[in-house]
């Protein structure tokens, strides 16, 4: 502890001490009683690596002395790993469980510390994640080169009964300003309403807060196609969490959500990026988590393994602004393959458009009899959050209205078949391509070995099936911790020498999973 006292400088001065040093009687039975390979060790020198220089600095060090923020991210990095992901059990814990008390120097902070403290970290957490990530290159752990991504759904900290419509959020926010204005009666006092002053502002803010999410929800329903509008009425919002998303969970249930990606490096346990969305979808997520990788590990992916829903136009535009390489099928996924369902294809023709052969001289289609077709028009096309351009092109009526295949082909021959092309679908015809090849199918083999087990560990070894607090910023956090914690020590068993002290490394993540 000296050590870090000394790192910390004068700094240390604005810190309690706590209860127990090194040298202390009750910490040496504890230490005694402590196996040589716990989680509690392996914390202890794993969390040595973390620069907690900047975030010592933002205590202002003025009032009561704070606990030590050493001890305070040990506390929290081991219940994380432990699967107790609330700060009010860290509160019990810190005074019961045994290793967390040899941990902790024996400080008990309350309840309240504890969640002030892990909103605390929160600008730290990504650049504690980088320096992990970049030791590990550094050090010749991965090259941070091949990575799989995927995303999954984990609820939101709030209730799925709890969702409003307009007229509903209207309602609410005119009640809670009359209650501000003149306060009612026990009697009069909905269930739902807050009873004190300073709980009638909270729920101020955050109906306040959805009803701007929401009006930005009827803008986008309104900007869709009519066939896929929604009446105004069924566009809902949480009035618990805002902020998140609403879909169907893994289970069927419609409720909030938060979308968590994760960047998993194919050559290490290593978790190479991440970040947590408020989307029901994938969609566009290739771009920003090939930046999050950049950012955090400090390199660009050469290759990049994903299932069917990170196909789009806008995401391989992503990979080829970024010289990445995506593996991905196209409108065909894992699940679908062992449901033996038919790929996906023209509701109204039986001959696909992939039995179109593309001619890049002359800058049109040949259809399997061998007519060209030719331009009709160009148009713009909404997707969920950008348009794309397309280029139509139709066979002349005189060869359908002839050909013998026209009943397979199209329903209306005199007006011809109609084909269209995107801007840039040269993208999608090379990834068609190079995932037929052999060198294709076997790497993507590795995506369900890295970053399908990673989240089946988060999930189930984790605990984290649930968000434990509100907003998309503490669910950034818990998920950048969560991912700090399993970083930290890939890397600390990795460079770990053996020593008489020391057991055989815990499980890597792909392992334990």
């Not at 329903?221 to 949480?238: A, D, H, I, T």
């Not at 001289?361 to 060209?372: M, V, W």
């Not at 009709?376 to 295949?405: F, N, V």
């Not at 998920?479 to 055989?504: E, I």
Request: aromatic content about 6%; some cysteine; overall charge neutral.
């Amino acid at each position: 502890m000296l050590e870090r006292r000394e790192q910390f400088g004068n700094g240390a001065d604005r810190f309690a001490e706590p209860p127990w040093q090194g040298q202390s009687d009750e910490w040496l039975q504890l230490d005694e009683r402590l196996p040589l390979d716990h989680l509690a060790r392996q914390i202890e020198e794993a969390a040595e690596q973390l620069d907690l220089v900047p975030l010592m600095e933002s205590y202002a060090g003025v009032g009561k002395e704070a606990h030590r923020p050493d001890l305070m991210v040990k506390i929290m990095l081991y219940e994380i790993r432990s699967q107790r992901l609330s700060p009010a059990q860290w509160a019990k814990d810190v005074k019961e469980n045994e290793p967390l008390r040899w941990l902790s120097r024996g400080i008990e902070p309350s309840r309240t510390c504890l969640y002030k403290f892990r909103d605390r970290v929160a600008p730290y957490v990504d650049d504690w994640n980088a320096s992990v990530l970049r030791l590990a290159v550094e050090r010749d752990l991965t090259t941070a080169r091949r990575g799989a991504l995927d995303g999954t759904f984990v609820d939101a900290s709030a209730s799925r009964r709890q969702l409003a419509n307009e007229e509903r959020l209207d309602q609410r926010r005119r009640t809670v300003q009359a209650a501000l204005n003149e306060r009612p009666t026990e009697e009069e006092r909905p269930a739902w309403l807050a009873s004190t002053f300073q709980g009638l502002m909270n729920q101020k803010e955050r109906y306040d807060r959805a009803d701007e999410i929401l009006q930005q929800r009827l803008e986008q329903n309104e900007g869709r196609q009519s066939s896929k509008r929604k009446p105004r009425e069924k566009v809902l919002v949480s009035l618990t969490d805002p902020e998140s998303a609403l879909g169907r969970d893994k289970l069927g249930v419609f409720r909030p959500l938060f979308n968590v990606q994760l960047m998993c490096d194919l050559d290490s346990p290593l978790v190479l990026a991440y970040d947590t969305f408020a989307t029901t979808h994938d969609a566009g997520m290739v771009g920003p988590m090939l930046q999050r990788t950049m950012d955090l590990a400090g390199c660009k992916l050469d290759k990049l393994l994903a299932d069917s829903g990170y196909v789009s136009l806008r995401d391989l535009e992503s990979c080829s602004a970024a010289d990445a390489k995506l593996f991905a099928p196209w409108r065909e996924n894992d699940y679908s393959c062992q449901q033996g369902k038919k790929k996906a294809g023209n509701q109204f023709t039986q001959i696909p458009k992939t039995e179109f052969e593309w001619l890049e001289e002359e800058q049109t289609y040949a259809c399997p009899e061998g007519h060209h077709l030719k331009f009709w028009r160009q148009k713009k096309e909404p997707r969920l959050d950008y348009e794309i351009t397309l280029r139509m092109y139709t066979c002349p009526a005189e060869h359908c209205c002839g050909c013998s295949r026209q009943t397979q082909c199209t329903p209306n021959p005199q007006k011809g078949r109609t084909v269209s092309r995107m801007q840039n679908e040269e993208l999608l015809d090379e990834l068609r391509e190079r995932m037929e090849t052999t060198e294709a199918k076997a790497l993507y083999k590795l995506r369900s070995q890295t970053v399908e087990l990673a989240y089946a560990d988060m999930k189930e070894h984790r605990g984290l099936r649930r968000f434990r607090s509100r907003s998309l910023r503490r669910a950034k956090t818990q998920v950048g911790l969560a991912v700090l914690t399993h970083n930290l020590l890939t890397v600390q068993h990795a460079l770990a020498k053996p020593t008489a002290r020391q057991s055989p490394a815990e499980p890597s993540l792909v392992a334990a999973a």
